[in-house]
């Protein structure tokens, strides 16, 4: 079935590193991918979106990367900080109008090594 | 301060009984979401409202049930067909994209169910 899922359930990384969250999705009409980061206990934060008619966009030390080719996003995270550590999840659009929604991947847990 | 409340944080509830949790939003966004979280697991879509007095099931909408009288408000009420409700709900916002998609969601700080 259609899905958006993820390769790794658990990221270690150390603290200064660069991080590479990867994300896989099958629906070849989605045009808007999102990345949120939800710290324990608290609804996800918006990190970065990208549309389908852009490979790669760039915000503050995060980059998403969009290979419709073989249908993967990524997250790359610039010089790990401790304050990184969190869950995070992709998402994909689908339907227009009132059946609007996002389809959420299962999150991958991201832990920061000092 | 624009955002979106949930209320209250934490909820306790007997079986048996039912239950209503808050999602407020002053962001002036048409569309409102619910979603529920269990531990370690992502999010599934309860219910979701594009416009007010409309509303669609999402994928886990049984013994769930929800409200959009006002643009700011979505009510969702969780029944006693439910029959493992404990939970974290959360309630997101957004508004319209362009060619009839949406945008980004913006998340409220969560309500945790807990059944006793």
């Known amino acids: 079935g259609e899905s958006v899922g993820l390769h790794l359930p658990t990221l270690s990384v150390q603290e200064g590193d660069n991080s590479i969250i990867n994300c896989a999705y099958s629906n070849s009409a989605s045009d808007y991918f999102i990345w949120y980061k939800q710290e324990s206990g608290k609804g996800p934060q918006f990190i970065i979106d990208i549309r389908s008619n852009m490979d790669k966009r760039q915000g503050q030390r995060v980059t998403v990367l969009l290979n419709k080719t073989v249908k993967h996003l990524s997250l790359q995270i610039a010089a790990t900080q401790p304050g990184d550590s969190a869950v995070y999840f992709c998402a994909e659009n689908r339907g227009r109008g009132r059946n609007y929604q996002l389809i959420w991947g299962a999150g991958t847990k991201l832990i920061i090594k000092p | 301060d624009g955002g979106i409340t949930q209320s209250p944080k934490y909820l306790f509830r007997k079986e048996g009984q039912n239950v209503t949790l808050s999602c407020e939003q002053n962001?002036?966004?048409?569309?409102m979401y619910w979603y529920r979280q269990d531990p370690g697991q992502g999010l599934r879509l309860i219910y979701y409202?594009?416009?007010?007095?409309?509303?669609q099931k999402g994928d886990i909408a049984e013994g769930y049930s929800v409200s959009r009288e006002k643009k700011e408000s979505f009510p969702l009420t969780v029944t006693s067909a439910q029959k493992n409700p404990t939970a974290f709900y959360l309630c997101a916002s957004s508004t319209p994209g362009p060619s009839g998609g949406g945008d980004e969601q913006f998340f409220g700080p969560g309500t945790r169910l807990t059944v006793l």
């Open positions: 962001l002036n966004h048409d569309a």
């Open positions: 409202s594009q416009i007010v007095n409309d509303f």
